[in-house]
């Protein structure tokens, strides 16, 4: 059976089970393609060719895909909680390159050209925030790429229903301020309302690991 594991947070169980399966199929398009395909040119504007990527929550694998139509040699893995979003996200990255399980529990030991976080900070129980922190900037041989909903500080909001499933901070600024060696290079926001290629009110920041 499906999602018998012990997960540390009410949040992890929350998207390891049936809501984080019923997301696979919100965010399923060729649009949300074009739409990333256009966010990454312009949010990766600043860096030098990326070789290598992981993406932390990586569901299927749409945010990957748009990634390697940019760099077609680009050597993808992705982290995925949910188990069926992680058995299609193997389909593409091959089942090596998949870490099918928490966040929390990746073990961080590899580095990357580039590490990605689009919209999963904002569901991290914000004492668990810490963890992801460090295993991001653990991961990182070059670039961070965090894309999230931003609040210059900490609040909580309903997220389809659910309390206590959503959070806004800043984010960026909380790594920047607790690890030195991560530097601010770009930072941008796209627009629900973008006529072309719209995004989620998403605020990026990419951050260069010196």
């Given at each position: 059976m499906k999602n018998e594991k012990t997960y540390k947070t009410d949040q992890e169980q929350f998207w390891a089970g049936e809501f984080g399966t019923e997301y696979i199929q919100r965010n399923r398009s060729q649009?949300?393609?074009?739409?990333?395909?256009?966010?990454?040119?312009i949010a990766l504007h600043s860096a030098s060719r990326i070789n290598t990527c992981i993406e932390f929550g990586a569901n299927i694998g749409m945010n990957l895909k748009a990634l390697k139509l940019l760099y077609p040699d680009l050597q993808m893995h992705g982290i995925e909680i949910n188990d069926d979003a992680s058995k299609e996200l193997t389909q593409t990255l091959g089942v090596n390159n998949v870490f099918a399980g928490s966040i929390f529990d990746y073990p961080a030991e590899k580095k990357f050209d580039l590490v990605l976080i689009k919209g999963v900070l904002i569901h991290i129980n914000p004492n668990k925030l810490d963890d992801?922190?460090?295993?991001?900037?653990?991961?990182?041989?070059?670039?961070?790429?965090?894309?999230?909903?931003?609040?210059?500080?900490?609040?909580?909001?309903?997220?389809?229903?659910?309390?206590?499933?959503?959070?806004?901070?800043?984010f960026a600024g909380e790594i920047i301020d607790k690890y030195p060696e991560v530097q601010l290079i770009d930072y941008g926001f796209i627009y629900h309302r973008d006529p072309v290629f719209p995004q989620d009110d998403i605020t990026w920041f990419l951050m260069e690991k010196k």
């Amino acid at each position: 059976m499906k999602n018998e594991k012990t997960y540390k947070t009410d949040q992890e169980q929350f998207w390891a089970g049936e809501f984080g399966t019923e997301y696979i199929q919100r965010n399923r398009s060729q649009h949300l393609l074009a739409s990333n395909l256009n966010f990454f040119t312009i949010a990766l504007h600043s860096a030098s060719r990326i070789n290598t990527c992981i993406e932390f929550g990586a569901n299927i694998g749409m945010n990957l895909k748009a990634l390697k139509l940019l760099y077609p040699d680009l050597q993808m893995h992705g982290i995925e909680i949910n188990d069926d979003a992680s058995k299609e996200l193997t389909q593409t990255l091959g089942v090596n390159n998949v870490f099918a399980g928490s966040i929390f529990d990746y073990p961080a030991e590899k580095k990357f050209d580039l590490v990605l976080i689009k919209g999963v900070l904002i569901h991290i129980n914000p004492n668990k925030l810490d963890d992801v922190y460090e295993k991001l900037v653990q991961s990182v041989d070059r670039y961070l790429l965090l894309v999230e909903y931003y609040n210059p500080s900490p609040v909580s909001i309903p997220y389809r229903g659910h309390s206590d499933r959503l959070f806004k901070r800043d984010f960026a600024g909380e790594i920047i301020d607790k690890y030195p060696e991560v530097q601010l290079i770009d930072y941008g926001f796209i627009y629900h309302r973008d006529p072309v290629f719209p995004q989620d009110d998403i605020t990026w920041f990419l951050m260069e690991k010196k």
